[in-house]
């Protein structure tokens, strides 16, 4: 993934998570729970941004997979809290809705598109 690509969803998922934080804050303490694990998946971004692509193997290849394999436990936490929150109808639908948007990007980024390359390396 190109540079660019990459700064541009590290953006996308920044913004949804800060619009969360700043702008449609939770207000139960299971909102409060699913925002910690978003920012704390906000840092895993951040901790990865800072590795530099160049390199053989780049530095940034292994900071990527255990971010990825950490992500394999964070992410099901955080649809599971996601979830949680919206079967109680306690918490703003404004936040779960955007929560959710950055739940689903991330899924996208790290799993969906990484399968989609593959295959279409498969194809070939």
Known sequence: MTERWFFILVLANVTVILACALWKHPVTAG?????????????????????????????????SVFFWFFNILL???????LWML?????????FIT???IYFALNVT?????????VVRQLIR
């Open 75 to 81: 992410l099901p936490t955080i649809g599971v809290s």
């Open 98 to 100: 955007i929560a959710s």
């Open 31 to 63: 909102g409060w729970f699913s925002l910690a694990l978003c920012m704390i998946n906000v840092l895993g971004w951040y901790a990865v941004a800072l590795f530099p692509d160049q390199g053989h193997p780049p530095l940034s290849l292994f900071p």
């Open 109 to 117: 980024v790290l799993y969906l598109l990484p399968l989609e390359i």
């Open 86 to 94: 919206h079967i109680e109808k306690e918490e703003r639908a404004a």
